[in-house]
């Protein structure tokens, strides 16, 4: 191939531009040309299509977000749009394409390769949930910013001897929950993968006051319910004094890690490496700290992440 493109596609996640960075760089230092797609699938189908120059991508490693921007585009998943799609990336001569996010930008890659496009996916959402990988760009960031604000809020919740339950991103996963709330000394994590049951997390609470606790912190996956929903369910079965946070968005922004960083370059290149060898129709991951890369529809179609609840276990053991 000698002329590719890549976009960044839903939800923002930081490294995304660490990934975009790599692939523009490795491209051109392979000999090929590279052109970036604003607005995800939305500027796919617009022909919002520009080439990328090693200096567009100066000084972009360290930086959250996705300067190709990002959008929803439902109507992707009609072929109408994937055929559109199709016809832009032809207009410019596009060979190939690179496409960074998650779940849902994995089934436009998918929709693309079943049309004979060849295109390449690589893990971009900070909630870890994309099969085929162990771990996505962006999650390592967000457990760190769940984990300073996990720190903070355990720092007022002893003061006042609160409950304190953090509800962090994870609608259909419960990783960042997982890793967050194990590595803040978390008393309780609360995951949409595992039932739970509100009277054995309140006399959980009440069996740590008897210990001589001075505070307890829940960390609670957004895939569960909301904090406020589970507060008031919890005084249902006794006062607490409770308090809520919510995370938020605060967790999708911010400089990326250094893992994230390093993840993602190597995904970028890897994808590059994919392409120039005519292979499409793929995803990039890692497993157990080596790069590989599996067949897109085999990994959408019959992956599934599952969260280490060995985590959640262990959290069990050592949070009394």
Known sequence: MKRIAVLTSGGDAPGMNAAVRAVVRKAINEGMEVFGINYGYAGLVAGDIRQLSAK??????????????????????????????????????????????GDGSYRGALALTKHGFPAVGIP?????????????????????????????????ATSHIRTFIVEVMGRNAGDIALWAGVASGAEQIIIPEVDSDMKVIAEKIQEGRRKGKKHTLIVLAEGVMGG?????????????????????????????????????????????????????????????????????????????????????????????
């Open 124 to 156: 971009g959402t900070i909630d870890n949930d994309i099969p085929g990988t162990d771990y996505t760009i962006g999650f390592d960031t967000a457990v760190n910013t769940a984990l300073e604000a996990l720190d903070r809020i355990r720092d007022t």
């Open 228 to 320: 406020i929903e589970f507060a008031e369910k919890l005084w249902g079965h006794g006062e607490q004094h409770t308090r809520v946070s919510v995370l938020g968005h605060v967790q999708r922004g911010g400089s990326p890690s250094a893992r994230d960083r390093v993840l993602a370059s190597m995904f970028g290149a890897k994808a590059v490496d994919l392409l120039q060898q005519g292979i499409g129709g793929v995803c990039v991951g890692i497993r157990q700290d080596k790069i590989i890369y599996s067949d897109i529809i085999e990994t959408l179609e019959n992956g599934k992440h599952q969260p280490n609840l060995d985590l959640l276990t262990l959290n069990e053991e050592i949070s009394g």
């Open 56 to 101: 567009d991508v100066s000084d972009t490693i360290s930086r959250g977000g996705t300067f190709l921007y990002s959008a929803r585009y439902p109507e992707f998943s009609q072929v109408e749009g994937q055929l559109k799609g199709i016809e832009q990336l032809k207009k410019f001569g596009i060979e190939g394409l690179v496409v960074i996010g």
